[in-house]
Structures are given as C-alpha cells and as structure tokens.
C-alpha cells in the first residue's frame, strides 16, 4: 500500500524509538528471525557493515523479548579502554585498583533482567573474553578484586562489523568464545545490496523529519531518487540517513532534486548522454552501475515521453509490461512522483 506521498509503507517493526524498517525480502526473513530468537535467551551475534542497523536489530529482539520490561545495555567494547572494560562490565570491589575508591556493580549487574548488548565485541581483549566466556557458562559475574561470584540473569546479545572468523584464525579472538556467541548468528545485508529499501527508508526518515517539523513536506525528484538508489552507500542506512538530513536542509521550496546531491552521487561522469563507451579504458569499468544507470535514465525518458503511462513507456522500451514493471519497482523510480490528478489512468492493471 502506498502512503500519500506516493511512497510505499515502510513495513516497520514497532520499537518505536529505533524502528527496523525495510520490506526487502532480506529484512522480512530477519524480522522472522528476530521473533523467533526474541522467544528463546540464547546469545545472538549480529554482524554486518557499519550503519547497517546492527543496535537496531539488538533493541528490536530485546524490545520483543518477555525481558523487555528490562534494562537494555549498550556497552562499546572499541570505545572502552581496555584496563577498564573488565571493572565496567562485571564491576569492582573497594580498593580493587587504584582509582577504585568504592565498590561497583558494573554493567551486567545494570542489565540484570533485561538485555546487555556487546557492540564491537571483536575489540575487546584476549584475556576478558576467556572472562565472558565463563559468564556466559555460568550465568554469573565475578567483580575486580572479588572472590565470590554474583549470579545475574542477562541475555547477551553482541555485534560487529569485523570478520571475526579471521580474528579467529589470526588468534586474536576465541574460538570457543566464537562458537559460544555465534549459536544464533544473523547477518545484516549491505543496503546496496537490498536497494528496493532505500525509496523505503528515504520516507521513513522524510516522515521522522516532517514530525520534527510540522507543516513542512519535501518531495523528491525523479532523477535524484535514481542517484540515490543508483549509490552504493559504503555507510550504509547511516549514511543515507544523514544525506537525507542534509537533503532537506539543501531542499528548495521542498523539492529534493538531483543538483542538490554531492558528486560522489552522480551518475559515472566518464559516461553522460546515456551512451555506453565505446571502448573498455585500462583503467575499467563498472558494469553493473553502468547497466543500472542506463535501466534508470531509459526509464524515465520513457515515462516522461508518455507522459507517465507504463503501458506505452512499456512498448517504447520493447519491454513486456511485466518486465516494465519489475524494472521500476526495482528502481523505486514510481514511486517518487505522486500522481497528478489530470494525468489519466491507463486501462487495465498498472
Ligand atoms: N532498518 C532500519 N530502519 C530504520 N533505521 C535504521 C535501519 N537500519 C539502521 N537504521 C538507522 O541507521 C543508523 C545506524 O544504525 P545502527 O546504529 O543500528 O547501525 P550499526 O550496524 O550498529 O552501525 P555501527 O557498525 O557503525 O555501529 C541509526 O540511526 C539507525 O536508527
Ligand atoms: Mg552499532
């Protein structure tokens, strides 16, 4: 179903601070996933590319969980030094170092009952991981200094966006630990590789601005949307997050367009009048992005010569009208242009 923009739906899950959204097939299996692994205790490891929405993924399992009444723990284990991550995770008695003035309950006595996330858990040292490992074992934490152990009851979920069956190998994390962690993976594609969600998350954070400001709508142009779903966002959903911030500042008289994108967005400059080169440069090509773009600006050419009717946009493409179809759900192209009352409906399904 589409929303008034003309955008689709965005499908999300309902943690309302930190929503999933996304209706790639890719991100239907993981929010299945998640319900399933949210039903059970069991450790997850999430890993993907940076911005891809690992804590996303954490706080909707949690918030999911019959523990959701509980405590949710962040802790970053790269942003921790590494002397203090132990006494911060399982805490401290008295005097336990120096600087240890009094005792300390440490995170995982702060997430007791609820859920403690371990982001960058590739980070974290040798020595605190054989630690973890007999948390996880014994479901209890034993404090700097201290010769009893506390029992807690926390679920750990960790993450990162490492390749830690390398680290493995190099031996710079555990294998048993690994193994331990790894007894639910789930890995969260790349958003260049699940671009139908990106006209998706586009809406998504267009509404969350339009809540922030209210009266104010932004549209964006066709030919900007191709760009932005043509870019391979190394970022990820981050990254297109705070291009879509600094879009609608740019964005004059609320239209999003496509001379308001950076130029790392631009289509290849080597390649303009929608002609591929004629010859293959030694310093080569990429392909795929040049059929994307060809597929993109053929589409809309088509669409503006027929003035938006697919059927005949369809037939200048020598397209069968469901290939056409495919194309520009694939694209997001349609979605981007709501439709104008005087432009008539062609007959027969769309
Ligand atoms: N599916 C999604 N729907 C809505 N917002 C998302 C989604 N995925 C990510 N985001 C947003 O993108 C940003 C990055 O997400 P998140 O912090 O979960 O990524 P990450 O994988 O933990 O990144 P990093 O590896 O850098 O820690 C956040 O602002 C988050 O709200
Ligand atoms: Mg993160």
């Given at each position: 179903m589409a929303t008034e923009n003309g955008l689709p739906e965005t499908g999300q899950a309902e943690t309302a601070d930190y929503p999933l959204v996304g209706q790639h097939p890719s991100i239907v299996k993981l929010r299945e996933l998640i319900d399933k692994v949210a039903a059970t205790d069991v450790t997850v490891l999430i890993t993907g590319e940076?911005?891809?929405g690992k804590e996303v993924v954490a706080r909707t399992i949690h918030a999911r969980a019959s523990r959701r009444n509980g405590p949710f723990v962040p802790v970053n284990c790269a942003a921790i030094p590494h002397e203090l991550l132990e006494s911060e995770m399982f805490g401290h008695e008295r005097g336990a170092f120096s600087g240890a003035a009094g005792a300390r309950g440490g995170l995982f006595l702060t997430a007791n009952g609820g859920t403690i996330f371990l982001d960058e858990i590739g980070e974290m040292p040798l020595a605190l991981q054989a630690k973890l490992l007999r948390v996880l074992e014994d479901g209890a934490v034993r404090p700097v200094g201290a010769d009893r152990w506390t029992p807690v009851n926390v679920r750990v979920i960790a993450a990162s966006n490492t390749d830690l069956p390398a680290a493995v190998k190099k031996g710079a994390f555990r294998e048993d630990l690994f193994y331990r962690l790894q007894v639910l993976p789930i890995v969260i594609p790349p958003l260049r590789e699940r671009r139908s969600d990106i006209p998706i998350l586009i809406e998504h954070f267009l509404a969350r601005m339009r809540a922030r400001m209210p009266g104010r709508t932004w549209t964006v142009s066709r030919e900007a949307m191709v760009q932005l779903w043509s870019y391979?966002?190394?970022?990820?959903v981050r990254e297109l997050e705070h291009m879509i911030e600094r879009l609608v500042i740019l964005s004059e008289n609320g239209e999003i367009h496509a001379g308001l994108l950076p130029p790392n967005l631009a289509p290849d400059t080597r390649w303009t009048d929608a002609r591929p080169p004629a010859e293959l440069s030694a310093s080569g090509i990429n392909l795929t992005a040049l059929v994307r773009e060809l597929e993109g600006r053929m589409i809309n050419e088509a669409l503006k010569q027929t003035g938006g009717n697919k059927q005949a946009a369809a037939r200048l493409l020598g397209l069968k009208r469901t290939t056409f179809a495919a194309k520009l759900r694939r694209c997001g192209v349609i979605a981007v242009e709501p439709r104008r009352a005087d432009q008539r409906q062609p007959k027969g399904p769309a």
């Amino acid at each position: 179903m589409a929303t008034e923009n003309g955008l689709p739906e965005t499908g999300q899950a309902e943690t309302a601070d930190y929503p999933l959204v996304g209706q790639h097939p890719s991100i239907v299996k993981l929010r299945e996933l998640i319900d399933k692994v949210a039903a059970t205790d069991v450790t997850v490891l999430i890993t993907g590319e940076s911005g891809v929405g690992k804590e996303v993924v954490a706080r909707t399992i949690h918030a999911r969980a019959s523990r959701r009444n509980g405590p949710f723990v962040p802790v970053n284990c790269a942003a921790i030094p590494h002397e203090l991550l132990e006494s911060e995770m399982f805490g401290h008695e008295r005097g336990a170092f120096s600087g240890a003035a009094g005792a300390r309950g440490g995170l995982f006595l702060t997430a007791n009952g609820g859920t403690i996330f371990l982001d960058e858990i590739g980070e974290m040292p040798l020595a605190l991981q054989a630690k973890l490992l007999r948390v996880l074992e014994d479901g209890a934490v034993r404090p700097v200094g201290a010769d009893r152990w506390t029992p807690v009851n926390v679920r750990v979920i960790a993450a990162s966006n490492t390749d830690l069956p390398a680290a493995v190998k190099k031996g710079a994390f555990r294998e048993d630990l690994f193994y331990r962690l790894q007894v639910l993976p789930i890995v969260i594609p790349p958003l260049r590789e699940r671009r139908s969600d990106i006209p998706i998350l586009i809406e998504h954070f267009l509404a969350r601005m339009r809540a922030r400001m209210p009266g104010r709508t932004w549209t964006v142009s066709r030919e900007a949307m191709v760009q932005l779903w043509s870019y391979d966002w190394p970022g990820n959903v981050r990254e297109l997050e705070h291009m879509i911030e600094r879009l609608v500042i740019l964005s004059e008289n609320g239209e999003i367009h496509a001379g308001l994108l950076p130029p790392n967005l631009a289509p290849d400059t080597r390649w303009t009048d929608a002609r591929p080169p004629a010859e293959l440069s030694a310093s080569g090509i990429n392909l795929t992005a040049l059929v994307r773009e060809l597929e993109g600006r053929m589409i809309n050419e088509a669409l503006k010569q027929t003035g938006g009717n697919k059927q005949a946009a369809a037939r200048l493409l020598g397209l069968k009208r469901t290939t056409f179809a495919a194309k520009l759900r694939r694209c997001g192209v349609i979605a981007v242009e709501p439709r104008r009352a005087d432009q008539r409906q062609p007959k027969g399904p769309a």
